[in-house]
Structures are given as structure tokens and as C-alpha cells.
């Protein structure tokens, strides 16, 4: 690279009248060791602004939890709310049929007793009519 | 966020303090996390971001000013101990960094846009509200005022 160019961008540089392209050449140039001892004093500038873009920010962010999304929370406790309501509707079906058939089984027990009874009564009966025969073969 | 960087670097170049440029780039991210929802609305979410960054440390700048707080950084470093070559380097150029501290705020803005992030012209006149010759004459002015800061500097320490 020149001399005489690197003087050139340089005064254009000053001027603020250098493009990107022009000054990463400058960088470049005041990066590299041998850099001409009239111009030594400019490369801490440049070797600054190089540096200087290698900073980077290393403070953790603190995890900010997510804000909870209101709409979508209402429709899943909306959705349990009905799945309550529907399985606690059959379950309490299941109780009503549950009662239900305890209570016929109860009444046919209560039937089934009443009819032993009834038969005992027949027995009875029949006592009665053995006898009545007994007392027909008699005479 | 890919330009947190970018971020920092601009507070920490108008603020100074590593705390406080931290701090004012957290704030910024935490907005802009905030209102994730609608930024595809802004075109260019970087230069929002940056504009963002800028109007809130000068507000910083303004209300320390005002408080007439004092400038609090711990991240000086002490430039009387280098005494390798190396160490030297360095202190070369963390003198270039103190120099750009004692800009005025938008000269170090244009400067850090242009010579550090590689801004054009179109991109910093979109954040600072200047027009590209106006930005022209005040990086000239800039890139002037640091050169012959340094050369004051460079003197010195021949003599």
C-alpha cells in the first residue's frame, strides 16, 4: 500500500469525507506493524476504534418470566370448567343409578320375604288339607 | 439480541461507567423484551434500539447533571504502572478513549457510530435527527480534536 495514498485518506478522514470502505483500509493499514514513523502517532486511533468494537456486553440478563398469556388461560380453565361439569354430570348419574338399584333391590328382597312368608302360610295349609284328607279317608 | 453490543458500547461510550452502561443497556433490552409483541411494526428494530439507547443515557446524563451527582466509575485504569512495551500499547490507547470522553456528547456519538460501528452517513443522521453535512463537519471536528489531543499527548512524552 502507498504512503502517498494512506496520506491522502487521511486527510480526507479528518475531513470526515472518507467512505466505510476507505476507512477500513486506513484501519487495516495502521493495524499491520509497519506503519510509516511520520504517521505512528495516528495508529492508536485506529487500533482504538478496533479494539473498541470488540466490547461486548456480558452482564446476564435476568430471565424475565414470560408474562402469562391471559386469553389462552381462560380458555383452558374454561375448558376444564365444562369437562367438570360433564364428567361430574355422568358421575352423578352413575350415583343416581347406583341409589336406584339399591333401593329396587331392597323393595325385591323385601318382596321375596313378604312371599317366604306367604309360602310358610301355604305350608301351613297344607298341614290343613293332609289332615282333611286323612279325616275323608276315614269315613 | 444481536446489537446488544452495539448497545453497550454507545451507553458506555456516553455514560463512561462500565456499571451504569450495563445497567442503562439491561433497561433498554428490558423494554424492548417488553413490547416484543409489536416491535415488527418498526422496520429497522436496531436503529430503534440504538435511538432508544442514546435518548436514555442523555436523559441519564441530564438528570446526573441536574442532581449535580458526581461522576462515579471504578473503571479508570491507573496508567503510571505499564512499564512493558505492551502495556504501553495499551495505554496509548486507553488514552484515545479518554480523549473521546472529553467530547461533546454528539461528537462522541458520531465518532462511536461512524469510526467504531461503521454506521453511514443516512443511518446516524436517522438517529441523531442531522443532516449527513452536519454530521460531516462535526466528525471532522471530532476526528480533529482527538488527533491533536493525541499528539499533545505524544510531545509530552518525548519531552
Partial sequence: MELDRIEKLLEKYLEGSTSIVEEKELRAYFAQENVAAHLKQYAPMFQYFSIAKEERYTKELPLKKRNINYKWLSIAAMAVLLFGIYFGKEYQEKKEAEYAYNETKKALTLLADNFNKGTEKVAYLNEFENTKQKIYNKN | ?159
Fill in chain 2, 1 to 159: 439480541m444481536p446489537f446488544k453490543d452495539k448497545l453497550y458500547r454507545l451507553a458506555k461510550r456516553l455514560l463512561v461507567s462500565r456499571e451504569e452502561a450495563e445497567d442503562a443497556t439491561q433497561e433498554i433490552l428490558m423494554k424492548l423484551w417488553a413490547k416484543n409483541e409489536n416491535i415488527g411494526k418498526y422496520n429497522n428494530v436496531e436503529a430503534f434500539a440504538m435511538t432508544m439507547t442514546k435518548n436514555f443515557c442523555l436523559d441519564r446524563l441530564k438528570s446526573r447533571q441536574a442532581g449535580n451527582l458526581k461522576l462515579v466509575h471504578s473503571n479508570y485504569g491507573d496508567d503510571n504502572t505499564s512499564l512493558q512495551k505492551q502495556v504501553e500499547v495499551k495505554d496509548s490507547l486507553d488514552w484515545v478513549g479518554k480523549i473521546m470522553e472529553e467530547l461533546p456528547e454528539q461528537q462522541k456519538m458520531i465518532l462511536q457510530l461512524r469510526d467504531v460501528e461503521e454506521y453511514d452517513f443516512d443511518e446516524i443522521g436517522e438517529l441523531l435527527n442531522m443532516k449527513p453535512t452536519a454530521i460531516r463537519v462535526a466528525l471532522s471536528r471530532a476526528r480533529k480534536t482527538v488527533r491533536e489531543k493525541l499528539m499533545q499527548k505524544h510531545s509530552y512524552g518525548i519531552g
